[in-house]
C-alpha cells in the first residue's frame, strides 16, 4: 500500500499523524475567537476575528468544549481560552434574572434577547457523562426513540421541521431550500450525525448488554446508509450535497464541511462496532476527500462551503466561524465510542 494511501486508512500511524497534524492546526488557527467579556468571535478565513458579526452564545459554547479537549491533550494556551469561553457563559452570554442563555451579543454589546433550544443544547453538551446524572441520558433517550419512529416511518431519512403538536411538516421552506438552519428536506448530514450519536448513546446505556444495544445499531446503519446513498458522490463530483427532496434526490448540491466531518466520524464509529469493511473504506474516502478539497492548507482550518463542483462558495456560511465539527473529527475516529469525546479523551490519559 502507497503512503498516500495509508494516510487515509483508519487504524494505520500514518492516518493518526495526519489527524494529529490537523488538529494542532485547528487549535492554533482558533486562538482569536475570545472578546474581552469571554464571548466568541466569529473567525474569518484566516482565523482574524470578524468584529462586526453578533457573538454568538453557540459559537461561545463550541470554543468552551474544543479548548478544553485542547488543555487535556497539553495544547499550549488552551486552558486559558477554555476559561475565556466559560467567562462568557457565565457572564455576559447568561441571562442572570431569568435563568438560561441568551443567543448572542451584538457588535455594539447589545443583547439579543431571544433563547434558543441550538444554543443551549450546545452549552449542556456532554453533561451526561460529566455529572453522572442519568437523567439526562434518559432524556435523550426518550428523543432518540422519536426520531426513530419518524425515520423509519419516512424510509430512514429523518423530518426535520414539525407543526405545534408534532406532526412533521415536509413541506417546510421549500421556497427556501438552502436555508441555514431550517433547509427544506432531508439533511444526509443530520442522518449520519444522529447515526453516531444514537450509537453513543445504546452503548452507554447497554454497556454489555449486546442485544439492547442492537437494535438501536441497526437503526443507526440505516440512518447512515441511506443518507451516503442519497447523498455521497451522487452528482458526478466527490462530496456530500447539503439536502436532498423526500426520495433522496439531490436539491441543494453544496458542500457542508460539518458533514464530512460527521461522515469521518460516522463511518469510523460504525466500523468499529460493526467490524464492516465498507465503513472502513468509506472512511478512507472521507479522508481523501478532505485533504483535496476541504482542508485549507494555505490559511488553515476547514472550507465551510464548497459548491457542486468543489469550488469555495460563501453564500450560507462565509468565513469559519469555529472548530467544533473539524476537530472532533480529528478525535472521534480513535476514542471510545460509548463516550462523549471529552471524557473518552481525558479518560485515555
Not at 466561524?321 to 460509548?338: F, N, R, V
Request: net charge negative; with cysteine.
Amino acid at each position: 500500500m502507497a503512503a498516500t494511501e495509508k494516510k487515509y486508512q483508519l487504524g494505520t500511524t500514518e492516518n493518526q499523524e495526519f489527524l494529529r497534524e490537523v488538529r494542532n492546526g485547528l487549535l492554533n488557527f482558533g486562538h482569536l475567537f475570545p472578546s474581552t467579556g469571554g464571548s466568541s468571535y466569529y473567525l474569518g478565513d484566516d482565523g482574524t476575528p470578524w468584529k462586526d458579526r453578533n457573538r454568538e452564545t453557540w459559537i461561545t459554547s463550541r470554543m468552551a468544549h474544543v479548548y478544553s479537549i485542547g488543555s487535556i491533550l497539553g495544547h499550549e494556551g488552551s486552558e486559558a481560552l477554555a476559561d475565556a469561553a466559560l467567562k462568557g457563559l457565565r457572564g455576559e452570554l447568561h441571562d442572570d434574572r431569568n435563568g438560561g442563555w441568551y443567543a448572542g451579543l451584538t457588535r455594539e454589546n447589545k443583547i439579543v434577547p431571544t433563547k434558543q433550544c441550538y444554543a443551549h443544547a450546545f452549552v449542556i453538551l456532554a453533561v451526561a457523562d460529566v455529572t453522572e446524572d442519568e437523567n439526562y441520558r434518559i432524556r435523550a433517550g426518550r428523543i432518540i426513540d422519536h426520531v426513530l419512529v419518524w425515520a423509519k416511518d419516512n424510509h430512514w431519512r429523518i423530518p426535520e421541521h414539525f407543526s405545534s403538536d408534532w406532526v412533521p411538516d415536509l413541506e417546510c421552506n421549500k421556497e427556501r431550500p438552502d436555508d441555514p438552519f431550517k433547509p427544506y428536506g432531508a439533511t444526509p448530514g443530520h442522518g449520519i450525525e444522529w447515526a453516531r450519536l444514537i450509537t453513543q448513546w445504546a452503548l452507554s446505556t447497554y454497556k454489555g448488554d449486546k442485544n439492547g444495544a442492537a437494535l438501536y445499531r441497526e437503526a443507526a446503519e440505516n440512518l447512515y446508509n441511506r443518507a451516503v446513498e442519497d447523498a455521497w458522490n451522487t452528482d458526478g463530483a466527490p462530496g456530500i450535497v447539503y439536502t436532498t427532496d423526500w426520495n433522496g434526490k439531490p436539491l441543494v448540491h453544496d458542500r457542508m464541511h460539518w458533514t464530512l466531518a460527521e461522515a469521518i466520524n460516522t463511518s469510523a464509529v460504525l466500523y468499529r462496532v460493526t467490524e464492516n469493511e465498507k465503513y472502513a473504506v468509506d472512511y478512507a474516502e472521507f479522508m481523501k476527500y478532505l485533504d483535496e478539497k476541504v482542508l485549507d492548507h494555505v490559511h488553515g482550518s476547514w472550507f465551510r462551503q464548497l459548491d457542486r463542483e468543489n469550488h469555495l462558495l460563501e453564500t450560507v456560511w462565509p468565513g469559519k466561524s469555529d472548530i467544533y465539527h473539524a476537530l472532533q473529527a480529528t478525535l472521534i475516529p480513535y476514542y471510545a465510542p460509548g463516550l462523549s469525546i471529552a471524557v473518552a479523551v481525558k479518560k485515555s490519559l
